[in-house]
């Protein structure tokens, strides 16, 4: 076998890695100083956005789980009821109006409680309590109503709705979510201590 020749190793002149030399040093210099300097600079940088990162991370997460927590649902006695007081606040045969649930109060003679509904039966205007009269008149078609909310004069087709009432510890209470048509008055419609 024959071996084949070799190669000439080709040699740099010494003057010209001299000369490399020179120029790599020349331009090594400003860039370790730079990175030395800029090092901590993007450390403390990087660190910046990982924490916010991180905090933009959480407070998604708060908000999902804030959004998707099942709520308790109010139910129609904590939204509806309406606490109209003490017993003993109401004298007999009187009569309270109570604007923020839009009914009335009737303490009849007896002790009894009706809470009255505000709307006229016929076209549900609302229905004044005229206190010297002792009835409710109608101001637009002049429907009246006696105390019990019975129908005095047409055209109100029926008497007037009624709340449920009812007393907890000396305290009455009335459900204005649910109004209850009736045909007449009926003396079981009266809540009594
Ligand atoms: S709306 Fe009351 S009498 Fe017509």
Not at 12 to 31: F, N
Not at 38 to 51: A, C, E, I, N, V
Request: proline share 9%; hydrophobic share 35%; aromatic share 8%.
């Amino acid at each position: 076998m024959s071996k084949s020749p070799k190669q000439p190793s080709r040699k740099r002149p010494k003057g010209t890695e001299a000369a490399a030399a020179r120029t790599a040093s020349a331009i090594a210099p400003p860039d370790s100083e730079e990175s030395t300097v800029s090092s901590p600079r993007r450390r403390f940088l990087g660190r910046l956005w990982l924490g916010l990162g991180g905090l933009a991370v959480v407070e998604f997460l708060w908000i999902a789980i804030d959004f998707l927590r099942p709520r308790t649902p109010l139910t129609a006695s904590q939204t509806d009821i309406i606490v109209a007081g003490p017993v003993d606040a109401f004298e007999p045969s009187s009569v309270t109006a109570f604007q923020q649930g839009k009914f009335y109060l009737s303490r009849l003679a007896d002790g009894g409680f009706l809470a009255l509904s505000r709307e006229c039966t016929h076209l549900g205007c609302t229905v004044p309590w005229i206190e010297e009269e002792g009835r409710f008149v109608c101001p637009c078609h002049s429907s009246s109503y006696d105390h019990t909310g019975e129908v005095l004069q047409a055209p109100a087709p029926r008497p007037l709705d009624l709340y449920p009432v009812r007393i907890e510890n000396g305290i009455v209470k009335v459900d204005v979510g649910s109004p209850l048509r009736r045909k007449s008055f009926d003396r079981r419609q009266v809540t009594r201590l």
